[in-house]
């Protein structure tokens, strides 16, 4: 078989940057999708290509019919299939905004980049797998959807986000249902509070609830790595839950306990 290909989308920063470099240590082959920001990611592709794959930067705004689209035109026609796509984009609100209060331009800016873009790439990602061969493990291709904590934790101020998450859990379960007889297994990644970009403006806030605080909102004392995200999409791009699809995998440390 070829050497397998991936589409990472959000793939320049963070934790798509994160994902990125595991599947490329994992052998893929890495479709970068980025937004706006080119610099970051030609250096998320330099950083594929130092850890011993490659691939290649494609923009794309997920909210967009036309660039998704293009995003899987493109991925095929640089690696002639498209064994895994992984829905990582995501933003989060400008403006925390209590639910007394939110405005309908944030939550129609969440729903379009967060959940309906996902759901409408997924869509033609899944045709595109549909009509590929089996790979030697059996499959015509995976999908891996990134959500968040916030799928089953209420944030008042940021009610909206928490919505598009819960809606890209759903999501899973669907596609997985429809999929699984068709070879093409999904899964559902579920970070934690992970240090990125993203959640800068609230390290302080989360220092305390996770590190000094006892017992602190975590059983592991620290902030999630991109990385720890990269590696539990990486086991799932080398097969090893082939007898799983629709299943949630927790890299929260430990955040989802309840504990006394």
Known sequence: ??????????????????????????????????????????????????????????????AVAADRARLIAETVANFGRLDLLVNNAGVAPNVRADVLDAGEESFDRLFAINLKGPFFLTQLAAKQMLQQGQDAEGFRGRIVNITSI????????????????????????????????????????????????????VKEKYDKLIIQDQPGITPIKRWGKPEDIGRAVRAIAEDRFPFSTGACFDVDGGFHLHRL
């Open 150 to 201: 916030s799928v089953y934790t209420a944030s008042t101020n940021r009610g909206d986000y928490c919505m598009v998450k819960a809606g890209l859990a759903m999501m899973t379960k669907l596609f997985a249902d429809r999929l699984g007889h068709d070879g093409i297994n999904v899964y559902e990644i579920r970070p934690g509070v992970i240090a990125t970009d993203m959640t800068g403006g």
């Open 1 to 62: 078989m070829a050497q397998k290909s991936a589409l990472v989308t959000g793939a320049s920063r963070g934790i798509g940057r994160g994902i990125a470099i595991e599947l490329a240590r994992a052998g893929y082959r890495v479709a970068i999708n980025y937004a706006g920001n080119a610099a970051a990611a030609a250096e998320a592709l330099k950083l594929v290509q130092e850890a011993g794959s490659d691939g290649f930067i494609v923009q794309g705004d997920v």
